[in-house]
Structure formats: C-alpha cells, structure tokens
C-alpha cells in the first residue's frame, strides 16, 4: 500500500511542479531542523548578543538627545533594529554549514537526487526562518521586560514573523551564494565578518537614514536590511511607523530574494567542483 501512494505522490508531484518543488523544500527544511533541535547551542549563543546591544547600548544611546526617533523612545526605536541584526548575524554566516555539508560528501549526494536544485537551496531559505522565529521571541521578552510598548494585534505578530523569514530567507540565500564561490571556510569566515558591520551599520538599524552623509543614504536605501528594519518598526513598536511603506519594504524583499534565489540556483552545484 505504501508503495503505491509513493507512486502516486510522484505522480501528483510530476503533474503539479509547484507542489513537487514545495514538496522537496519542505524535505530539506525539515532535515535542517532536525540538526538544529538535536544541537540548539547556537540559537542560545545567538540569543545573548541581542540582550547585551539592548540592555547596555541601548540604555547608553537612549541619553543621547540628538538622535531623531520621533514620538517613540531610543530604546523602542532601536529594538526592531536588533532584531533584524540578530537574523542578519544568524543568517549570514549559514554558509559555513553548507560547505562542512560538501566537504562531509552531503552535497554530493544532494545533487544526484533527483530534486531540483532550487528546491534544496529554498529548503533551506525556509529553514533559516524558523531560526529567525526564535530570536523573535527572545527579543519579545527582552522588550516586554524593558517596558518598550509592542503591537499585539494578530496582524502586527503575523507581519513580524513573516518580515523576519523573509530577511532570514535573503541573508541566508546570500550566505550560500558567497560559500559556492569561496568554496573554504577559512575564506567564508574573513567575508562573513567583512559583510555584516557594512550592512547594519548602513541601515537604518540604530540611527535614522536622515543622520546619514547623501552618499551613505543612497547606499543604505539598496540594503535589503533597511527595508527589513522599516516594516519591523512599522509592525512590531507601538507608535512606530514604516517610513517607506509596507508594499514597498516586502516588496523590495521579495524582489531580492527571488534573485538570491535564482542565483543561488545556478552557482549550488559548483560547490562540488
């Protein structure tokens, strides 16, 4: 009986492509968080930098008075902010995973199967957003114990979480392009450290874009994190607002991460070579 609904999944698969490829994401997803519930030392490492920007920078910077954050507090005004470089750091430097997966002979075996190769990079788009998932909640809970005012409205949490997947999603993309060109890990890991201050720093993480030099502006406005940070301070802070708007911020997400993806696609398998 098992063989015979086996053989008609794979018929359904081969007649809706959508849902094959879906299908084989989802597999992949599930695989990588598998590795991560059987080692989670990562996620509680990840946990400790956001606490540590909020509860020391952020107590620092929220006395400064020259910082324009509107009708919100610094403190509420930079908590978006950190969330979104808690999935940019996370994210980044997924990679490096990627490459222990070829030099172990996993991506070898990946790519004979009979997946598609956009399928097994997707699968693991997905999965880096249930990382991000739970550096929402710690964020949450460092927000609410600092007494920053959150949106609750379903909606508000709904949006949040998909903004967080999605720039999980492109900076997890990004990272697995960097390592199918690099190829080592020593290499990943000097670009790794190189690219992350430029994007957050260029964003509009802890700091209005209206502070910025022209120049710097200009640059931060082609940061996909920017636009990550804008829809987070539009959904997640009461008060907040998305200063680009919200088609724009998850459009221009998208946008991105469907060319990550294509790219992506096309480099995975020359990892091996």
Known sequence: ???????????????????????????????ELKKLIRDPTELFTRAVQPVLWIVIFGQVFSRVRGIPTGTIGYLAFMTPGILAQSVLFSAIFYGIAVIWERDLGIIHKLLVSPARRGSLVFGKAISSGFRGFVQVVVIYFLAIAMGIG????????LGVLFSVALGSAIFSTFSLIVACIVKTRERFMGIGQ????????????????????????????????TYLV???????????????????????????????????????PTLVQ
């Not at 987070?232 to 469907?258: A, C």
Request: charge should be neutral; aromatic fraction near 16%.
């Open 230 to 268: 804008d829809s987070l301070r539009g959904l997640m802070i009461t008060g907040g607002h998305s200063v680009h708007g919200f088609g724009v911020d998850f459009g221009v997400m998208l946008f991105v991460f469907i060319i990550f993806l294509l790219i992506a696609d096309r480099l995975y």
């Open 150 to 157: 959150l949106r609750w409205q379903p909606y508000a949490i």
């Open 1 to 31: 009986m098992s063989g015979k609904q086996e053989e008609l999944q794979t018929a359904w698969a081969d007649s809706f492509p959508l849902l094959g490829f879906l299908k084989e994401s989802l597999a992949i997803a599930e695989v």
């Open 194 to 225: 190189l690219l992350t201050m430029p994007l957050f720093f260029a964003s509009n993480a802890i700091y209005p874009l209206t502070l910025m030099p022209v120049w710097l502006r200009w640059f931060a406005r082609l940061n996909p994190l």
